[in-house]
């Protein structure tokens, strides 16, 4: 299945020639041929290190994604390197491409990504590994880190899902684990000055030189044992210079690290038709099933005119027509009223969105969302309560009682807002059938507040549940998966409890997701080095896009696992549905991602027995570990900035052009 | 989304302008709708007063006409746009051009003096590049189209399966051979009626392949070169700014 790439061409010689060809007989072609705005395309020899960056999934998801645009910029700043983007191609390029020989491209200068000195893959799923095997595979590159040689990109794996590569430490060189701004600068020279000064120690001589720094996690220096019951007895480095544990890379001081400077504007249709500003980083809310909120602590904010200057010079760049304010909850900066005021000022009659993708459930979320679409365009409302039940919520540390909902979903129906959209889980720790239908009750009460409250009859809400998958690094890594069928038939009964609800079920809509994807994307969470077998045998099987229901099949997924796993003595059920105790060396516990074994085991105690912690932002340290042991610390306002020095967006309009 | 349309000053419209544009290069594989969505982005970033249609979900004033289909190249891609603010219309082009990514590229920018202007985009000029075609092959192929009264030819359309005659809307069909092409290379150009269903530049080649059983080893590369009044003794195009401009 390789591809075998002509030998008489140049490194960094562009495929675009061969490729066109192939791009009248494909769908949506325009997504492979770069040229976006602000994109940057440098000179190859003009650099001495050469970045391929991949998000593996679809360019229409791909392209937006925060973090490839910002290490995109960060390298392509630096004068003895580049960095160009490379998206998975659709099964009908791919077919193409292996039928007529065109490798794996990159889209700004479509080179070979065989040719670059690095591929850096970000995960934000692990749902996307398949992903990256195929463009491994067409680039030529061996699938087998073990079998590259000095000409092959040194694969590494970043994003959410590297806080455990261990199911694919087999096909990647590194991981690194946390913000990527400062990583890849540091790798960045490390490889300049390893290829300065002649290779020394090839291909091994760099990867040893990446993982010394302790910040560089290679697989190959870390030996797995296992007991005879298949659990792990321990990992440990295979070399005396190599460290014990790997830490995450936290950034401080995001107001010196404005990226994106110049946020790219695809041509084609993506996932995200908008301009994104990150207004913080990390959440100390302290949800447990929450992966993203505890492996990016500490919280660490942009102050209210960095915010506004990124959003200002943005719009200029991109002429995008809405702006998101991104965080993992936005509504929580010290600011944020001032931020959405003073926004809403400045693009008062511009026909500029503004969005806060928050999902607080409080009254206060509702006037941040009146402030931010005072100018007529609004999007929906959308609040997390997470669990059905109050019982439940304290078992996941998701502080919201009954009568919050209430009134916040009372508040937006006053406001004008004729639909708000609900978002729960299915599948959690402890949870029993009664938890999940209590989710009925509770929509049922909000039509119920919400046809007092306004009189009308044309309230709407959306309930959006899907099931729970236990993540690493998270209270929750040592609980057990709720099987699909269980999963499944909770769903049912939740279905089938609003449907019999003469009064309000037809106000209320349902979305679910079956649980069977959620047990593969388990299994690649908190899988081991085994996995990586199935993974393999999978993709083989013909595994792609397995983020995509049309392209996911559970049945090869399951086969392929009882091949690989065969022999093993665990299944895809050992990696899934079983409880962890708390002496199990788990697959990533090398790995550090700041937080205190011991308090995630408490917090988990805590868990099971329903006890809440609070959030450390405005309460005494609850000792997580994060600060202690990184060196870091909660950067939150208030600036004592209240109004921005700014002219409003308005005036300016059209006076360069006017005037005929 | 579900909430009554705040009552809003809608700035009125003072200027229309007509422009034509080009689809170059790589940027051909836009499709029509990622033209429309880099085209709005240009004229916030051009800083282009344009106006906004009222009601709830307002919509710059923007009238698009005739899109080549996704995948061909064109010189000659037309619209219209309202303006709540007078400009300049070469500033304007030059403003616009800037803004838009290199391959998308405004040709002309013409005040709006006269109406029904869509109704002069009568017929179009294809070229049709066909690499590894004999011309010999082609020319064969493009006199046994000619001498057809009627090519009946199939295209999967968002109704489902069409056919339609893709013969009476051809005017002409001339074949010309490429300058140094080694593979040898065949270019035709048509001129081409636009109608229900319009006859695309892939109906042309369907209906060659009908004919003559004319099959492109290469994929073909099109681009049309004009729009305009039909001249129907001549059966060439004129331009369609010229009353504009009068």
Known sequence: MTITVPQQAARGESVFDRLERLLPQVSKPIQYVGGELNATLKPWDAVEVHWALMYPDAYEVGAPNQGVQILYEIINERQDALAERTYAVWPDLEALMREHGVPQFTVDGHRPVGDFDLLGVSFATELGYTNMLTALDLAGIPLQAASRDEGHPVVIAGGHAAFNPEPIADFIDAAVLGDGEQAVLLITDLVQAWKAQGRPGGRQGLLLELARTGSVYVPAFYDVHYLPDGRIQRVAPSRPDVPWRVRKHTLMDLDAWPYPK????????????????????????????????????????RSITGIAAMVDNGLRRTGYEEVGL?????????????????????YEGTQTALSLPSTRVDAFNVDLANELSRNGRRSGLTFAPEGGSERIRRVINKLVTEEDLIRTVTTAYAAGWRQVKLYFMCGLPTETDADVLQIATLAREVIKAGREATGRRDIRCTVSIGGFVPKPHTPFQWAAQLDHASTDARLMQLRDAIRADREYGKAIGLRYHDGKPGIVEGLLSRGDRRVGRAIEQAWRDGARFDGWSEHFSFDRWMQASQIALAGTGVDVDWFTTRERDRTEVLPWDHLDAGLDAEWLWEDWQDALDEVAVDDCRWTPCFDCGVCDQLGTQIQVGPTGVVDLPMPTARASVGSVLAGS | MSRQAPDRDVAPTVQRLRLRYAKRGRLRFSSHRDFQRAFERALRRAGVPIAFSAGFSPHPKVSYANAAPTGSASEAEYLEIGLQAACDPHRLRQALDDALPPGLDVIEVVVARTPDF??????????????????????AAARALLEADEVVVERLTKQGRRSFDARGAVLSLDVAPAGEDPGGCAILTAVVRHGTPTVRPDDVLAALRRVADLVPPAPPRVTRLAQGPLDPGQRTVGDPFAEDRA
């Open chain 1, 262 to 301: 110049q946020p790219l504007v695809p041509l084609a249709e993506t996932v995200h038709e908008r301009m994104s500003v990150e207004i913080f980083r990390g959440c100390t809310r302290g949800c447990r099933f929450c992966q993203a909120g505890m492996i990016t602590r500490p919280v660490r904010e």
């Open chain 2, 118 to 139: 869509v109704a002069r985009l009568q017929a179009s000029v294809w070229r049709i590049e066909l690499p590894e075609v004999d011309v010999a092959a082609a020319s």
């Open chain 1, 326 to 346: 991104l965080s993992l909850s936005s509504a929580d900066h010290s600011e944020i009223g001032d931020v959405a005021r003073n926004l809403a000022d400045r």
